[in-house]
């Protein structure tokens, strides 16, 4: 049955819209000979009907098209799983920035740690044995803690990011990082940086480029090395 369906018109004018959406036609052009051909379509066609099998080459024109979309959407997929670990750390981060913004309205000066920030926000934290080297799996099966009064750095409740704080500039620079964490994805995954400068009005949360040379860890700036405001990466 799935291989009557795969060799249907249907099927085949769906492969041909979805390949020309993602525009790949200049890769399919080596099978156009095979695959663009109204004929090549009807002797499918009648295959299905009245034989009993197949031939070769329609065989592998219906391997290859499956192997072209599976190439297109397995990135696609991990792209957009990566995206969504993301949003965690952007989340986090903004809600930092918005309770030193609170903070700094009502005290006139920055939060030095998480208990000061604690007044206008909940932050929980996972505190799993191996999560600094085991990231998400780790945190799995661990229950979320509420974030320690003088914390400046802490797990998020996935595993999957580092966040730490301080202040520059004379403490009047507030600056925030999330470092992707745990094996493979401390490596590869994206990171998040976030800031406030009361004194220039600028407040920043920025989600770093999912391309190759700014994944990881590694490519994130160092925490007084983030910009927020002119002549703002003072220690």
């Known amino acids: 049955m799935l291989l009557h369906y795969l060799a249907s018109r249907s099927f085949i004018f769906r492969m041909k819209n979805l390949l020309k959406d993602y525009k790949v036609s200049k890769t399919?052009?080596?099978?156009?000979?095979?695959?663009?051909?109204?004929?090549v379509f009807n002797n499918v066609i009648k295959k299905s009907i009245h034989d009993d099998g197949f031939t070769l080459v329609e065989l592998?024109?219906?391997v290859m098209m499956i192997g072209i979309l599976s190439s297109i959407a397995i990135p696609q997929f991990m792209s957009a799983a990566d995206k969504a670990k993301q949003k965690e750390?952007?989340?986090?981060?903004?809600?930092?920035?918005?309770?030193?913004?609170a903070y700094n309205t009502e005290y006139g000066a920055l939060p030095a740690n998480m208990s000061e920030m604690s007044e206008y926000a909940r932050f929980q934290k996972c505190t799993a044995a191996n999560v600094a080297t085991e990231g998400g799996s780790a945190c799995k099966s661990a229950t979320p803690v509420a974030v320690l009064d003088a914390d400046t750095t802490f797990y998020s409740t996935s595993g999957h990011y580092n966040i730490s704080m301080t202040r520059t500039n004379d403490n009047n620079v507030l600056k925030i990082r999330a470092?992707?964490?745990?094996?493979?994805?401390a490596t590869n995954g994206s990171g998040v940086t976030g800031c406030y400068n009361?004194?220039?009005g600028v407040s920043q949360v920025k989600e770093m480029s999912s391309k190759?040379?700014?994944?990881g860890a590694a490519n994130i700036p160092a925490l007084g090395?983030?910009?927020c405001g002119a002549n703002s990466d003072g220690a």
């Open 198 to 200: 009361p004194a220039q």
């Open 212 to 215: 190759t040379a700014n994944r």
């Open 225 to 227: 090395a983030i910009q």
């Open 89 to 101: 750390a952007s989340a986090i981060v903004a809600s930092m920035v918005k309770s030193a913004t």
């Open 60 to 62: 592998i024109v219906v």
């Open 28 to 39: 399919i052009s080596f099978f156009s000979p095979v695959i663009r051909k109204e004929k």
């Open 179 to 185: 470092l992707p964490n745990g094996g493979a994805y």
